[in-house]
Nanobody, 115 residues
Framework: QVQVVESGGGLVQPGGSLRLSCTAS????????MAWYRQAPGNERELVAV???????KYADSVKGRFTISRDNAKNTAYLQMNSLKPEDTAVYFC?????????WGQGTQVTVSS
């Protein structure tokens, strides 16, 4: 059974940076894709960034130029480097890992941007 675990959330001031990590364990297969979503109170979960096994990436318009997704296929680990953070980036950030047609979610990590 694949397990997905996120880390790296916390409290940061506006304009600051955070780096989130997500590791998928329990399998020898490389994940087809890994992605970060976020959900703020009262809002639906939204896609932030996705990276495919070949390295292609996609970003939500709201984070383009500020966030960078990367991955280490050998470790089945994805990273989300978040720079120039804004209060509106405050949310629980969830990692999703796809192993072929199977989707796995982490429990989420809180990111709070506040002065």
């Amino acid at each position: 059974q694949v397990q997905v675990v996120e880390s790296g959330g916390g409290l940061v001031q506006p304009g600051g940076s955070l780096r989130l990590s997500c590791t998928a364990s329990g399998t020898r297969n490389s994940m087809t894709l890994m992605a970060w979503y976020r959900q703020a109170p009262g809002n639906e979960r939204e896609l932030v960034a996705v990276i495919f096994s070949g390295g292609n990436t996609k970003y939500a318009d709201s984070v383009k130029g500020r966030f960078t997704i990367s991955r280490d296929n050998a470790k089945n680990t994805a990273y989300l480097q978040m720079n120039s953070l804004k209060p509106e980036d405050t949310a629980v950030y969830f990692c999703r890992a796809d192993e072929r047609s199977n989707l796995y979610w982490g429990q989420g990590t809180q990111v709070t941007v506040s002065s």
